[in-house]
């Protein structure tokens, strides 16, 4: 029983070290619990510099949780809580998303706490948002000329029926 029990922490461990987000498990009071290789990774710390810690004093460099904190909205209303923010300490963009884990009165033990890099998506959002702007102020001047033209041939129109008069 207990060489089970030893394999099924070790496979535990491979995989939570094998994701490529950071993940951490945190206390209802923002304690650092447990942390994954690429958590440390992301921020260039080791695990016992992370663990016991405050997250918002390892992850932003605070003395309190970010106001958009999805852990202190998870632990509120008892469901997973997301937020896309940029993180100066990281100077990336990401996407974090806070999950209580419940005890079988529905009270919230503690949370899972997943940091994806999504920097590049931002960046390739920019470059959209630009390229419709750039189509968007086409538009406009290729409609704006269509009009143009239309009132032309009006005019011209109008111009021939008058010579016609005219003769």
């Not at 918002?56 to 998870?74: D, M, N």
């Amino acid at each position: 029983m207990e060489e089970e029990l030893k394999k099924a922490a070790e496979e535990w461990k491979r995989t939570f070290d094998s994701m490529v987000d950071g993940i951490s498990i945190h206390t209802t009071d923002f304690k650092i619990r447990n942390v994954n290789v690429t958590m440390c990774n992301m921020f260039g710390k080791k695990k016992e510099e992370m663990i016991g810690k405050k997250c918002y004093e390892v992850f932003h460099g605070k003395r309190s949780p970010l106001t958009i904190c999805p852990q202190k909205r998870a632990i509120t209303s008892k469901k997973r809580q997301s937020a896309e923010f940029f993180e100066p300490l990281l100077n990336k963009w990401v996407s974090v998303t806070s999950s209580p884990v419940l005890n079988g009165q529905g009270g919230v033990i503690e949370l899972v706490h997943i940091v994806r890099d999504i920097t590049d998506k931002k960046n390739e959002d920019k470059i959209i948002q630009g390229r419709n702007e750039e189509l968007e102020r086409f538009h406009k001047l290729a409609v704006g000329r269509e009009l143009k033209m239309i009132e032309l041939k009006k005019r011209i129109m109008q111009l021939e029926k008058s010579a016609d008069g005219v003769k």
